[in-house]
């Protein structure tokens, strides 16, 4: 098991950086997102991935997400990355509650994409739903600043993912 511990590790890695690194759709029209509309760069410097080989998918249970940096640039996040969490419902996107406690409340800064020292992280969360005995699509969105010169910018970068839960 020992052995095999870092060759699955790079192998987790190396999947997330190729497969994680292309450009995707920017917001949609919707009003529960008016806030991010501003924010240029979607999905396409940072990339928010759902790690369905440690999530089982279930309403109530754990969500895991690889964060990706794609970017030449360091990513400032405030605590827990920031992470806010939308259930569609039929006229929209509600913000739903993080039932996770977080031990990631300190700032974390992702570096560049190569960087030995962490351009790909994780974290985990857990949507305060009700299961009602239907599938529910939920939207895991991390919103971080470029640093530039050792500062964090006003310059915003956002990644976000759709997840279908299962009852």
């Not at 806030?35 to 998918?57: A, C, E, H, K, W």
């Not at 031990?103 to 739903?129: A, F, H, N, W």
Request: charged content about 20%.
């Amino acid at each position: 098991m020992h052995k095999l511990f870092w060759p699955v590790l790079i192998l987790f890695g190396l999947v997330i950086i190729i497969g994680a690194c292309t450009p995707r759709q920017a917001w949609e029209e919707d009003s529960a997102f008016v806030d991010f509309q501003s924010i240029r760069d979607v999905n396409d410097s940072l990339v928010i991935t759902y790690l369905d080989d440690m999530s089982d998918g279930k309403i109530g249970s754990k969500v895991y997400l690889g964060i990706n940096n794609c970017s030449n640039k360091e990513i400032w996040f405030p605590g827990n990355w920031g992470v806010r969490i939308y259930q569609k419902a039929e006229d929209g996107w509600v913000e739903i509650a993080d039932q996770m406690i977080s031990v990631q409340s300190q700032e974390l800064i992702l570096k560049p994409s190569g960087d030995e020292y962490g351009s790909v992280s994780s974290t985990v969360v857990r949507p305060d739903i009700y299961n009602n005995g239907d599938p529910i699509v939920i939207r895991i969105i991390v919103i971080g600043a470029v640093i530039r010169h050792g500062v964090v910018t006003d310059e915003q970068i956002a990644a976000y993912v759709d997840v279908t839960l299962q009852p």
